[in-house]
């Protein structure tokens, strides 16, 4: 489900960029600033309501389950803003 997320973001980050006439963003960069724009999820488990057994259980997942963590467009934005705007 992330992936039409990722890329609406990164298209209007395009679209900032070719306000100068050139465009910069590439996929290195493109990987860096969403990496890098992310809120981090620490945790590796969970309580959640299961309504079939009519009780809370633990759900546990691993590093690889969450990626780099939740993008945050705001900040993609403001972080490409302040390296290339």
Partial sequence: MATPHV???LALVLQLDMKDGKI???QTLAEEL???STFK????NAAVYDPIISAYKTVKWGDDAVG?????AVLVIHNFMDSYG
């Fill in 7 to 9: 890329r609406g973001i």
């Fill in 41 to 44: 999820i620490t945790w590796h």
């Fill in 68 to 72: 780099s963590g939740l993008i945050q």
């Fill in 34 to 36: 969403l990496e890098n």
């Fill in 24 to 26: 910069d963003l590439n």
